[in-house]
């Protein structure tokens, strides 16, 4: 199992601003600040998804869970609104599963961000 991941950025600033915006309606927000590098997660104090100020990662893909497919399509929204770019609008991805339904946008530094619901309708 996967305890978190990090991501290098060029802007913490900018990158904490689109990432709390995308991710607040999955709810997630902030819940570490450590200055160089920002904790994202569900509950207070155990961020699982973190920022950190260093060389920039590039073309990292991340897929956050999404609890139905109205907020993996606030998520897209979201992120298209806080700078993002799309990278695949909100829908099924049958290929994946027949209840897969995903969005994509790619963050400032090219990282490929998605929001994916695995249930039925």
């Known amino acids: ?8 950025v060029h802007d913490l600033g900018a990158s ?3 990432y709390e915006r995308a991710l607040t309606p999955l709810g997630i927000q902030v819940v570490m600040d450590a200055g160089e590098a920002l904790g994202f997660g569900s ?6 998804f973190w920022l950190a100020v260093r060389e920039p990662s590039h073309r ?8 139905d497919r109205a907020a993996v399509d606030a998520f897209h929204a979201a992120a298209l609104g806080a700078g993002g770019v799309d990278n695949g609008p909100p829908g099924l991805r049958p290929h994946y599963h027949a209840n897969y339904y995903g969005a994509f946008v790619f963050d400032a530094d090219g990282n490929n961000i998605e929001a994916v619901c695995h249930l039925p309708e």
């Open 1 to 8: 199992m996967i305890d978190h991941v990090v991501l290098g």
């Open 16 to 18: 904490r601003l689109f």
């Open 43 to 48: 509950e207070p104090g155990r961020p699982f």
């Open 60 to 67: 990292v893909h991340v897929a956050f869970t999404a609890s």
